[in-house]
Each structure stands twice: as C-alpha cells, then as structure tokens.
C-alpha cells in the first residue's frame, strides 16, 4: 500500500489558516504524497507561507496564477497531479493525521474507486458531528452505483462535496470544475459518481470543515443562488440517465429553492426589485404536480409546498410558529448533530 497521492489545495485570502492545513497535510501517517498548492492570486502573504513549505518539503509544489475562483484552481492543480489518488482539501480546513491512510486501505480492500470520510463541523472552540447520519462505531458502508447516485441525490449520507474523498486519479482527470460558480461541487459530483461502481463512505470523521463566524444571512448574495441552477443542471443528467430518482430530484430542489426565497426575503436589500423571488414563485408554480408527486411521503415538506402555494408568507408564517415551539420545547428538535469541545479531540 504505497501508492502515491496527490492533495490538491487551492488557496487564496486564508493566510491565517494555511499553516494549519499545510501541517495536517505533511504530519499525515501515509507519506507518499504530492501536495499541490495553488496560489490562486492571493493578494495576501499566502503565496509566500506556500513557498516556505515547498522549501522545507520536496513533496510540497508551489504553483502562482491569477485569480479565477475556486473551480479554475481545482482545474489548474489537476493538470499537475501524478498521483494514482487524487484528494482537494480546502485550505482553510485540515486533516486527522491519519485520514489519508485510512482513505487509501479502504480503497484497496474495497477496490472503491471512491472513499469519503465523515467530518467535523469545526467551530473555534467546539466541533460538531452529524451522529443521525454516521454512526462512529459502525462499519464503512459499500454502495453500488445505484445507491450511490441515490445517497448523492439526497445529499445525506454521500455529499456533493470534491473535499473528504479520495479518489482515483483517472476517476476525474478529465472532468473539470464548472468556471465562474458558486456550489461548482454541485455541477461536478454527479458526472464523477456515474463513472463509480464502488464507493465506500467511513463512518468516522477524519476531516475538520471549518464554519466562518459569518451568518450566511450576512454573507448572502444572489450568487448563491447558482445551488439552484446546479441542481437544475443535475436534474436533467438525472431524467436522462437516472430516471428512478426524479422524485428525489425533485424534492432537493423544492428544499432548496423554499430555503433561498425565505433567504431573499430576510435578506430584501439583496432583491429589492424582488425578481429572484419571483423567479423561485413561478418555478415552484410550474412544477407544482411534480414537487407534489415528490413530497408525497414528507409531511412537513408536502405542508410547506402547499402553504407556499396559498402565498409564500404564509409558509414562512408556519416555519416561525415551528421554530417557536420547538425553543420552548413544545416539539422536540430534530436530532443530530452532537456537539464536543475541541480540547477533547
């Protein structure tokens, strides 16, 4: 079990993270790694922290280019990569110094030509886990195709996430990141997980994903609605060759686009004209029969769609009453995520 990996870093305005991603890379127990950092035009001093570790580790490359998001980073690293594995890591999070071992044995044991870790949920002083959807003590799940453009669908137990999966190289060599896109996992994962006929998802977190103080209430702009446009981009690869799982298409749009118009309209000063708003109204209008189709067993989410339908105040109306009663614990909160203190771990 000596293959090579190649961790793939893009980076850019993180300086006072980088170290701490850089470090948890190289202390990994699995040394036979290529660590790719992509200066992606940081106007910080990120460029020179990367060529520090180059210098002080011949398994570290430095490449500088100009900025051009995220997604152009990824696709400029791979061209790089000469690893049989390939893993992204976001430079603002880090590693268990013993997750890319783990990765590559269950990728050989398995023959999986994808392993994804479970994570952290990092805060700066506590961690949270999602123990409704991975049982630390269980053993790592197999999925077949099928299942796993299911599980990928429901974005629950397999995330549309590129970080916290190793992957074979030859897997994604020639499948790009979408440009100019917030959420660019959402238009990429779905072209990968066709090709993969064995997946393997591990139960226990190896992966740190570090949560920015920022509200996204605060934070959010219209291009966060390019989630939306992903998903509609997913749905017609899933009519065309996934035709089982339409209504769970379906249904992750519904989700998605409710949470985006209760966004908006929170957020007015981002709509002012309200023309996004109304664009998430008519699209939910329009393909009302599906979305009812979908939700049929999803009480909660079939009483939304039809409030919505009656006027979209009306379901927010009901989603304030809900969170209300559920503070004074009139309905008990939903379950999962559990929350430890950093110094524990």
């Known amino acids: 079990m000596n293959q090579k990996v190649s961790v793939v870093v893009p980076i850019y305005m993180v300086e006072q993270y980088l170290s701490r991603c850089v470090e948890s890379i190289l202390e990994q127990t699995y040394t036979n790694l290529e660590i790719i950092l992509v200066n992606d035009g940081s106007p910080d001093h990120c460029g020179t922290i990367a060529e520090d570790y180059a210098i002080s580790d011949n398994r570290v490359k430095v490449f500088h280019k100009e900025n051009g998001g995220l997604s152009d980073a990824r696709n400029y690293g791979i061209q790089y990569v000469t690893g049989e594995y390939t893993l992204f890591v976001d430079s603002d999070d880090w590693l268990d110094r013993k997750m890319i071992e783990e990765l590559v044995r269950v990728s050989v044991d398995y023959q999986a030509e994808v392993v994804q870790s479970a994570f952290y949920y990092a805060y700066h002083d506590h961690l949270l886990f999602d123990n409704g959807v991975y049982n630390q003590q269980a053993s790592p799940v197999v999925l077949d195709n099928k299942s796993l453009m299911y599980e990928l669908v429901r974005?629950?137990?397999?995330?549309?996430?590129?970080?916290?999966?190793?992957?074979?190289?030859?897997?994604?060599?020639?499948?790009?990141?979408?440009?100019?896109?917030?959420?660019?996992?959402?238009?990429w994962a779905h072209q990968v997980m066709q090709r993969v006929q064995t997946f393997v998802c591990l139960n226990k977190p190896y992966y740190f994903y570090l949560q920015r103080d920022d509200s996204i209430v605060a934070t959010y702009s219209t291009r966060n609605l390019d989630i939306i446009k992903g998903l509609k981009e997913r749905h017609i690869f899933i009519e065309k060759y996934y035709g089982n799982l339409i209504d769970e298409s379906f249904k992750m749009l519904l989700k998605t686009n409710l949470i985006h118009y209760n966004i908006l309209l929170i957020n007015r000063g981002k709509d002012k004209r309200g023309l996004y708003r109304k664009e998430i109204h008519l699209y939910?209008?329009?393909?009302?029969?599906n979305f009812m189709k979908a939700v049929d067993n999803d009480k909660d989410l079939k009483k939304q769609l039809v409030l919505f339908r009656i006027h979209p105040y009306v379901?927010?109306?009901?989603l304030v009453i809900k969170r209300l009663l559920r503070r004074i614990k009139v309905i008990p909160q939903p379950s999962g995520l559990q929350r430890m203190d950093i110094k524990r771990i």
């Open 155 to 187: 974005n629950n137990m397999v995330k549309n996430f590129a970080w916290g999966k190793l992957y074979k190289t030859k897997l994604i060599k020639d499948i790009p990141f979408k440009k100019g896109v917030l959420f660019e996992d959402v238009f």
């Open 284 to 289: 939910i209008k329009d393909n009302f029969t």
């Open 315 to 318: 379901n927010v109306f009901f």
